[in-house]
């Protein structure tokens, strides 16, 4: 399947002196706010924080980069993929050439998901068939699966009515189809296993991803610490087109007038033509002016689930692979970040855990004795006596992604509001991707062209 194509960029220019807020310097906020600078419009950042970058950002720790959680992409996820070219970091991001996974179990037991250049979907059929991870008749009961999910609309409402794992119960799959194969594409792609997410998003994922189109899947992991993929060159191409970027400046509230937007911080009101308020969904509830017609009941509604990653710094290398899953283990994902972060001996590990609202609250060195032991058990060299007291570290982000569970895709805003010049971004609207990067790119690339039709069509309003 081709992957669904990225919102086109705003191209409607529009009047210089028009004023656009965008609150918030995630993704989504900094996509918005290049695509109208490019368009010809004012355009001032306000971020909270200290620093840009929102939920995808970078941190200095004894000597390492350090990116607060571990993000891929596919190369279906075209519209992350071309905001990098445009802000000329592509080559940050080392796509796969062809997809393949090493799939891990304890006692140095390896299996592989590769696929061919067969026509989607026979391009991962033998893959599948030869996946020892799973037993033959196991293998044969997902293939059977695999094609009925195929023959479903992610665009059918009633199918978030119904739980994934439900259906694949109704469609012969066994504890061990889950847990060794869709949960490992379930729980990283959606944060929650297949009992948890709703049969909607995993139909987008598992369709998107790996049945539509021989080459959608292939993953791609950042070379660089995401600061430099995509945070200081989307501040530096706002600045280089005129654009402002504020840092600790946290909005209270926005307030229309007749014909424009007061946003109110602190210590001063900022009058603006048009708001994006790029921030999550909690922050939006706060921040919008009751006319705008936000669902708040439902937002709140739509709840969090937590990512923790574990950082592991041996001195020297444990395993040549760039990245693996891993069966059997409370291991999920784990990458090398070596290169990456700036190590020039040892190797640097992060095991990724989605769904992670066990380990949110564990102390570090309950997570140490864990996951030392479980990665000496996937990786021996790691087990041995020399590689034992390595480096480690934890980073939790308590609020990674909304709970993406039945009945959530109704509870996702559009980001129209009921104020025209109003409009939301973030991976938490209604944009038909999961909460991901690629959704929130793709919801910048739409607020920016409902701001600009709606400033360029005729409006100072």
């Known amino acids: 399947m081709s992957a669904p194509c990225a919102q086109p960029r705003a191209q409607r220019a529009g009047p210089a002196d028009a004023d656009v807020v965008v609150v918030g310097s995630g993704l989504a906020g900094l996509t918005t706010a290049c695509d109208l600078a490019d368009a010809g419009f004012a355009v001032t950042v306000l971020e909270a924080r ?4 929102g939920a995808t950002f970078s941190f200095e720790r004894d000597g390492l980069t350090v990116d607060n959680g571990q993000h891929v992409v596919l190369r279906c996820c075209t519209g ?19 997809f393949r996974v090493p799939v ?24 599948i068939a030869r ?17 009925a999910l195929r023959s479903l609309d992610p665009d059918d409402p009633a199918l978030d009515d119904h739980s994934f794992g439900d259906w694949l119960a109704r469609h012969g799959q066994n504890a061990a189809t889950r847990e060794r194969l869709w949960d490992l594409v379930s729980v990283a792609a959606l944060n929650g296993d297949v009992s948890q997410v709703s049969l909607a998003s995993a139909v987008m994922v598992f369709r998107t991803a790996l049945l539509d189109a021989p080459d959608a899947a292939d993953i791609g992991v950042p070379r660089w610490p995401l600061e430099d993929l995509h945070v200081r060159p989307a501040e530096k191409y706002l600045l280089e087109r005129g654009g402002v970027v504020r840092t600790r400046s946290a909005v209270r509230g926005v307030t229309p007038t007749r014909d424009r937007f007061l946003v109110r911080l602190d210590d001063e009101v900022i009058d603006a033509d048009a708001v994006v308020l790029a921030v999550p969904p909690e922050a939006a509830s706060r921040i919008c002016p009751e006319r705008a017609g936000l669902h708040r009941r439902r937002l709140a509604q739509l709840g969090s689930v937590p990512i923790v990653n574990v950082h592991v710094v041996y001195d020297r290398p444990v395993t040549d692979l760039p990245f693996a899953a891993a069966v059997g283990s409370p291991v999920q994902w784990v990458f090398d970040r070596t290169a990456a972060a700036g190590l020039d001996e040892g190797q640097y590990l992060t095991v990724s855990l989605s769904a992670a609202d066990t380990w949110l609250t564990a102390p570090a ?71 991901t990067m690629e959704g929130a790119v793709r919801s910048g690339h739409r607020a920016a062209d409902l701001v600009a039709a709606h400033l360029a069509g005729g409006v100072r309003r």
């Open 50 to 53: 200290s620093r840009l970058g």
């Open 131 to 147: 996946y020892s991870a799973l037993s033959p008749l196991d293998r044969a009961r997902v293939l059977r699966a695999a094609l």
């Open 365 to 435: 060195s309950v997570l140490r004795d864990v996951f030392l032991a479980e990665l000496g058990r996937l990786f021996p060299p790691a087990a041995a006596p020399a590689a034992r007291h390595p480096r480690f570290f934890v980073t939790r982000q308590r609020r990674a992604t909304f709970r993406q569970a039945p009945g959530s895709n109704r509870l996702r805003a559009a980001q129209r509001t009921a104020m025209p010049g109003l409009v939301l971004a973030g991976s938490w609207t209604a944009t038909g991707w999961p909460d």
């Open 104 to 127: 891990l179990a304890p006692g140095g037991r390896f299996a592989e998901l590769r696929r061919t250049d067969a026509p989607a979907p026979l391009h991962l059929a033998p893959a």
């Open 80 to 98: 992350y993929r071309a905001l990098l070219e445009r802000l000329g970091s592509g080559e940050g991001m080392a796509v796969q050439e062809r």
